[in-house]
């Protein structure tokens, strides 16, 4: 059985918001939901254990399967207890009822005071024993914390997640996507701290978020002849491929040079809705 450390099942490039250097584009003018992929994600039951699932995106509770990806995760992975909804917190009444007791726990991820304020009420409302414990440490995203414990099992995970790591790419409304340079591949892929978070997109398997994005934006928008070559390249694989693929999971590829991974901006008091309406295909 093959065991890999972490898989982000995303299943939607639709969001609510559009936070500024979001590093998988959804600030930018595109949407769209994927159905729940039985066919391809079935092939590694028995045969593929992961230690962390996620499922995000965008913004996975935008999405009409949501219910219906979480019952493909139960049954790929039985009796799983580290499975994870990354959401922004703003639509969890989509949520289905019995998450808590299928051991599921959200990952959210407050992107402006504003929405801090209202996913606090949310769990006064809604789950009005959890218990909410503020801590800190230093994340992707975020510094402050709050575990979320419901008859002392954790349920969620809420960061004041308004710190980003701010992009190479450039997006300017009416114009083609383009980015600052390209860093050096070895450099970037050092610094990078999510190459262990390997993602399943559209019924492939790619080693980060970055390289699962880049062909899906070749796809809908217009790119800067520069770096169109280099930006449409899949480097994911299929589940046949996976046990093979997998063993370079964690080498450095062409498409690091995307990654800055240096400087970090803050994000506004509120949340931005308005999406970058750059040039599509
Ligand atoms: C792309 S979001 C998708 C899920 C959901 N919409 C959300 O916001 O949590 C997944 C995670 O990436 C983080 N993230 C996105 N862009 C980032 C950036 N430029 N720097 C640091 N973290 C980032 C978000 O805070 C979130 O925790």
Redesign the pocket.
Known sequence: MLTLPELSLYISHT?DIA?P????Y?NLNWGGHFKPDWDELGKLKKNVWVDFIAI?????TTNPYLHEWMDLVDDVWEHHRDKWI???GRNLNSLPDNWITRDWQL?I?A?SPVDLAKIFQWFQDECPHAVMKKYYSDD??AYTHYQVCLGGAQIAKI?E?WF??K?SLIAKPGQKLTWDKLYDVETAHKNCIARHCMYFLEGRFYRCARQAILPQLSKHFQIDGKYKNLAEQDLGCTAEELPEWSKTRLEPQSQCAFCPWAEKIKLPHRSVTKKIKVLQV
């Open positions: 969001c936070c250097s979001c590093f998988t959804n995000l995106g965008g913004e996975p990354v959401t922004n990952e991820s992107h992707e995203d960061s997640s980003f790591f992009e």
